[in-house]
Every structure is written in C-alpha cells, then in structure tokens.
C-alpha cells in the first residue's frame, strides 16, 4: 500500500536524497492481516458493524514463564501513511529491523497498524465517503490497543514508538496504559493541542476540500482536483526541509520538475475524503493534562529543521518536564535530517533509541 498525504509527499522527496545504498532487511519477511473489530462506537457516537484493523508483522511473539509477552514493539504511522509503508521504507526498516540492528526482527515481534481511515484498514473511499464516522485519535488509539491485545494477543510491550500522528498517539498510549509498556519512543510531535500555525495549515487543507463544489458533500464521482492540488501545495511546504532540498533541486528547473512530480505523484494516490478525515483527526488532541501519568521512560526526539513542530515555540522543552522519566532531545539540522520527514529516517536518531533501550531494559528484553 503506498502512502497518501504528507507521508507520500516526503517518499516522493525521498527520491531526490542519497537513499541508493539503503537496504530492506534480511531475516523474517512480514505478515500482514486483518484483524476485524465488531459493532466498534466512536468518540462521535456513530458506530462501524465491522472495523477492519489491517497490521503488518514481523518476528514471533516470545513470552516469559508467566505467560507475558516480552518482545512485541509497536510501530505507528503518521498521518496518510501507513504501517506498510514503514515496513517497506528502507530509510526506516531497512536501519532497524535487520540482523543485528536495534529492533532485529528476528529477536522482536514488530506490530505495525493500519490506524483507522488509512491504508488498508476500514476509511471513507471504502464506499461510505461522507458517511464514514467522524474519528479522532482516541478512536484509533482505542483501535490500535484492541488489535495488539485482542487480535494479537499481546499484554505487554517492549516499546511503544511512532512517528508524526503515531508520536502523538504514543503519549496517549503511555497516558491510556501506563505500565503496558517499558519504553516510549515519540518522533517529530508535541504534547499539547494542536493550535497556531499547526492548526491553520490543517484547517486550510480542510476548507480547500469543502469549499470545492467538485466534492459534492463527499458524493463525487469524480476527485476534487482543485481542492487536492491545493491541499498537495499546502503539504509539500508542511514536510518540507529546505537544507534537503537546496541539495536535491540546486536549479529552478530541478524545482519545477520536482512540484510536477510530487503533485501527479500525489493526486494519482489521494482521496480527498480520506484526506479530509485523516487531517480532521487531530482536531481534539491534546495530552498536556495527562503527561504526569506516564510512567515508563519516554524519549522524544524532534528536529529543528521541522515544519509543523518548529523548535523554536520550545514546547517540548516545557512539556517534557511533567514527564516523570522523560527526555527530549532536538536534532540540530544537518545531513540527516529530513524535515519534519526525519521521523522516518533512523539513522538521524538510533542512537538514542539505542540509548532508550538500554535505559529500559534488561528486566523483558528478549
């Protein structure tokens, strides 16, 4: 499954970085499946008969001798993409889930959603379009948690990570399920509502789709292709990383010939439905109350070259100090980092998941 969105737009710049010598891992191949939810209520109050979860795997869940899961990482997208997508990013899986590297899919049982209205799992473009359920992240939280505990059967995690959106539900999943996990790992968020400059880039993405007669109150046949190429315009800038992209588009012509890839790229893969849910999603985040209930030691690692999370406002300096074993760590800009895309981008940050690790274990290391 391709990524849509914000996720697509920073694999389509990815084609123009140094990423010819990265690798997908040897050892276990994925899994994937469909793990179905029946009769599942949103925050909304509508209701799905059936909510399909679709997740990819990796590895094989080993437990100790009271039965506990004690090698299952969960792994959650960003906004538009998808687990798939990270299993196949070379940049991402390829530095992580090989023979020897950090998260050895051969030691680690690597759970890897489809979160709610994205990739394979139950969205809009399925055929209710409009008439899909408003979600928000506490729905796909809630959704998250009863695919790895029920469908998979896991009641422990090593580590909790995620990137972008999946940053933001791993401090609602430390807030939800305090001592479920060892480790946190969040990349590229902040801890607060999503307001300011954050929230006007998503409300303009919102207004473009609804205000384009072509949507139809979500009945078109027909794609809003005003709407999505002014949405694609609002995304390009939103992941961009200027320092990324001076190397990879040195001429005017570099640049044009990108924008023209980058937008046929995103209006062939999006739905402006999906994409409307998928933005409105976040409408209501907001853990600052709650940071104090986490428990587990949480490492958070931003960048300064990022977008939609500018180091500057320096929340996550402030918000970082209610967490009881929390530390925060800003990537200065450099080589490689990608934007608000370094989420992606493992080799920017390993080593302080290597660090997290080993602060963390070893009591249920595998």
Same mark, same amino acid.
């Given at each position: ?13 990815? @084609? ?7 690798? /997908? ?18 925050? #909304?109050? =509508? ?53 020897? /590297? ?6 680690? *049982? ?13 969205? $809009? ?8 359920? %408003?979600?928000? *992240? ?54 607060? /509502? ?19 007669? !072509? ?8 794609? $809003? ?14 992941? #961009?990383? $200027? %320092?990324?992209?001076?190397? #990879? ?5 570099? !640049?044009?010939?990108? @924008? ?5 790229? *995103? ?7 999906? +994409?409307? *849910? ?10 600052? !109350? ?7 030691? @949480? ?12 180091? +500057?406002?320096?929340? !996550? =300096?402030? /918000? ?35 660090? @997290? ?6 009591? #249920?290391? $595998?």
């Amino acid at each position: 499954m391709i990524s849509k969105s914000l996720a697509a737009l920073v694999a389509t710049a990815a @084609l123009f970085a140094a990423s010819a010598g990265l690798a /997908q891992p040897a050892g276990p191949a994925p899994t994937e499946g469909d793990f179905a939810i029946h009769d599942f209520h949103f925050q #909304s109050g =509508e209701t799905l008969p059936t909510l399909r979860i679709h997740y990819t795997t990796f590895g094989t869940p080993r437990r100790d001798a009271a039965g506990h899961v004690v090698n299952a990482v969960l792994i959650m997208h960003g906004t538009g993409g998808s687990g798939t997508n990270l299993a196949d990013a070379p940049m991402f899986s390829g530095e992580l889930f090989g023979p020897g /590297q950090l998260l050895d899919a051969s030691r680690y *049982y690597l759970i890897l959603p489809d979160d709610i209205g994205h990739g394979a799992s139950s969205k $809009p473009s399925d055929g209710m379009h409009a008439r899909f359920p %408003q979600y928000d *992240y506490a729905d796909m939280v809630e959704a998250e948690h009863r695919l790895v505990t029920e469908g998979l059967h896991v009641d422990h995690l090593r580590l909790v990570m995620g990137t972008s959106m999946g940053c933001m539900h791993t401090f609602m999943w430390g807030e939800n399920w305090p001592t479920m996990m060892d480790a946190l790992m969040p990349l590229a968020c902040n801890a607060v /509502q999503i307001a300011g400059r954050n929230r006007l880039w998503r409300d303009m993405e919102i207004d473009a789709i609804k205000s384009d007669p !072509a949507w139809k109150g979500g009945d078109y046949t027909d794609e $809003p292709l005003q709407a999505l190429r002014t949405v694609s315009d609002i995304t390009i800038i939103a992941g #961009s990383a $200027p %320092q990324q992209m001076q190397k #990879s588009m040195p001429t005017r012509d570099d !640049a044009d010939a990108y @924008l023209a890839k980058a937008l046929h790229r *995103y209006m062939a893969l999006t739905d402006a439905n999906d +994409e409307l *849910y998928a933005v409105a999603s976040s409408r209501d985040y907001d853990p600052s !109350a709650r940071l104090g209930d986490i428990v587990a030691p @949480l490492m958070w690692v931003n960048s300064a070259d990022d977008f939609i999370n500018p180091p +500057e406002l320096g929340l !996550a =300096e402030q /918000q970082v100090k209610l967490i009881k074993q929390g530390t925060f760590v800003l990537l200065p800009i450099g080589p490689n980092t990608h934007g608000h895309g370094t989420h992606t981008w493992a080799i920017a940050w390993k080593d302080h998941l290597a660090d @997290l690790l080993a602060e963390s274990g070893p009591k #249920s290391a $595998p």
